[in-house]
């Protein structure tokens, strides 16, 4: 599987706190997708880059959440107020040429707010 | 419902034994992926298909798009199959949606 790194591996906040993962996409992919996954369960689409432009996400993000792709090798995603809810495993994955293409994914970020 | 249904949510094979899980969609999509997820977290591709079948060793995968399925076989099954494994499909312009997983247990 290609490389796509993410840090980092565990964090941990209190409520309240802000939050911030970094991930290096793999090397000459154009779209970027973060998702979070609790328990194990479905990943949950968060919001996807392409070209470094944020082309979709959902109203959590928009809220709550800042993410940004300043450059095609380094991307993040923040959480400017955590809550207990916000507790999963964050996991950022890259494709050549936008969405419908070949997703590789990183090892993740597990987030816990205490 | 859902866009991506998958089943069966949970599996427990002997060793050697074969096996199958589903993707039902709810909508015509253009392509599909299917992960294994370890114990670290990591989804590992194991195929991504726009149309057809493919196989790799002990692992078989069709895609039928008209139908709305995809379909992911193992074949004797090992303890290291052991894991969750997910299907994603995407509609071209959109973000790939997941399917719930189901949850491979391989015993001796």
């Known amino acids: 599987d290609a490389a796509v790194t993410q840090k980092p591996r565990y964090l941990i906040k209190m409520k309240g706190q802000e939050a911030e993962m970094k991930c290096i996409p793999e090397?000459?992919?154009?779209?970027v997708f973060w998702y979070q996954q609790k328990q194990s369960k479905e990943l949950k689409f968060l919001i996807y880059?392409?070209?470094?432009?944020?082309?979709?996400q959902i109203d959590m993000v928009k809220e709550r959440f800042s993410a940004v792709c300043p450059s095609s090798s380094l991307c993040s995603l923040g959480i400017r107020t955590c809550e207990a809810e916000d507790s999963a495993l964050y996991l950022c994955?890259?494709?050549?040429?936008?969405?419908?293409?070949?997703?590789?994914f990183g090892e993740g970020s597990r987030l816990i707010v205490v | 419902g859902m866009p991506v249904e998958q089943n069966p949510p949970a599996l427990s094979l002997y060793e050697g034994a074969d096996s199958g899980l589903r993707c039902n969609f709810s909508?015509?999509?253009?392509?599909v992926q299917w992960f294994q997820q370890n114990h670290r977290g990591r989804l590992i591709t194991l195929f991504y298909?726009?149309?057809g079948t493919k196989e790799n060793g002990r692992l078989k995968s069709t895609f039928n798009s008209k139908e709305r399925y995809s379909t992911l076989h193992i074949k004797d099954a090992q303890l290291e199959d052991s894991g969750t494994y997910f299907c994603?499909?995407?509609?071209?312009?959109?973000?790939?949606?997941f399917g719930t997983g189901t949850k491979l247990q391989v015993v001796p």
């Open positions: 994603a499909a995407a509609n071209s312009g959109t973000y790939q949606r």
């Open positions: 090397k000459g992919h154009t779209a």
């Open positions: 880059f392409q070209n470094q432009q944020p082309l979709d």
């Open positions: 994955s890259s494709s050549q040429g936008g969405s419908g293409n070949t997703l590789y």
């Open positions: 909508t015509t999509m253009k392509s």
């Open positions: 298909l726009a149309q």
